[in-house]
């Protein structure tokens, strides 16, 4: 049993910057595939992007392509999303999620364990 608990969210204008963590317990996370999740109001929660369990193999979401870098450091048991460049479209609940395999998955069902979420609002 993993559990993950977010934290970094907040307010930033369009152009700014946030860093978001996310923090597991429980054993297996050095081998488990990682990935941040967003669910903006009344919309589908969606793959934003995704790393394997040795952090050699990364995958994002065409909308965050080139402004996002999701990062690891196992001996923290520890996943980061690095947000630049933020758009206002960005502004969502951002979940970490993390499922017992080494590959990286961009389906929600791929996924078993997630954290509670943290409110990420980008204003104009």
């Known amino acids: 049993q993993v559990q993950l608990v977010e934290s970094g969210g907040g307010l930033a204008q369009a152009g700014g910057s946030l860093r978001l963590s996310c923090t597991a317990s429980?054993?297996?996370?050095?081998?488990?595939?990682m990935a941040w999740f967003r669910q903006a109001p009344a919309k589908e929660r969606e793959f934003v992007a995704a790393?394997?369990?040795?952090?050699?193999?990364?995958n994002y979401a065409n909308s965050v392509k080139g402004r996002f870098t999701i990062s690891r450091d196992n001996a923290k048991n520890t996943v980061y999303l690095q947000m630049n460049s933020l758009k206002p479209e960005d502004t969502a609940i951002y979940y970490c999620?993390?499922?017992?395999?080494?590959?990286?998955?961009?389906?929600?069902?791929?996924?078993?364990?997630w954290g509670q979420g943290t409110q990420v609002t980008v204003s104009s």
């Open positions: 429980g054993r297996g996370f050095g081998t488990y595939a």
């Open positions: 790393i394997s369990w040795s952090a050699d193999t990364t």
């Open positions: 999620a993390s499922r017992p395999y080494s590959v990286v998955h961009t389906r929600r069902d791929a996924y078993d364990y």
